[in-house]
């Protein structure tokens, strides 16, 4: 069974950085466009980057220029790395992988979460 293992949440300082991976065992992993999403409390999940087979990014306006998403398909794991982080940024942070040709059946994978919480 594939699955998606989000980790490297955890409480960090106003203008810290954390590094969280996503890992699963998706065959073929390579052809998965990666997003993040993440979920304050109380509020709605927000897409916040993503990243395609080709290595093609795309970042929310919030998150721009402090945030990067990467992977490495040999090691089938996608990173977000995020520095100079702000108590805006306190989520609950979600790895997504997405495959679909069109016409057929598209294909979904969804981490636990990890927990980010900046704070003084």
């Known amino acids: 069974q594939v699955q998606l293992v989000e980790s490297g949440g955890g409480l960090v300082q106003p203008g810290g950085s954390l590094r969280l991976s996503c890992s699963g065992s998706?065959?073929?992993?390579?052809?998965?466009?990666v997003l993040w999403y993440r979920q304050p409390p109380g509020k709605q999940r927000e897409l916040v980057a993503s990243i395609t087979r080709e290595g093609t990014t795309a970042y929310i306006d919030p998150v721009k220029d402090r945030f990067t998403i990467s992977r490495d398909n040999a090691k089938k794991t996608a990173y977000l790395q995020m520095t100079s982080l702000k108590p805006e940024d306190t989520a609950v942070y979600y790895c997504?992988?997405?495959?679909?040709?069109?016409?057929?059946?598209?294909?979904?994978?969804w981490g636990q979460g990890t927990q980010v919480t900046v704070s003084s």
């Open positions: 997504h992988a997405h495959f679909q040709i069109v016409g057929a059946t598209g294909i979904d994978y």
């Open positions: 998706i065959s073929a992993f390579q052809t998965f466009t």
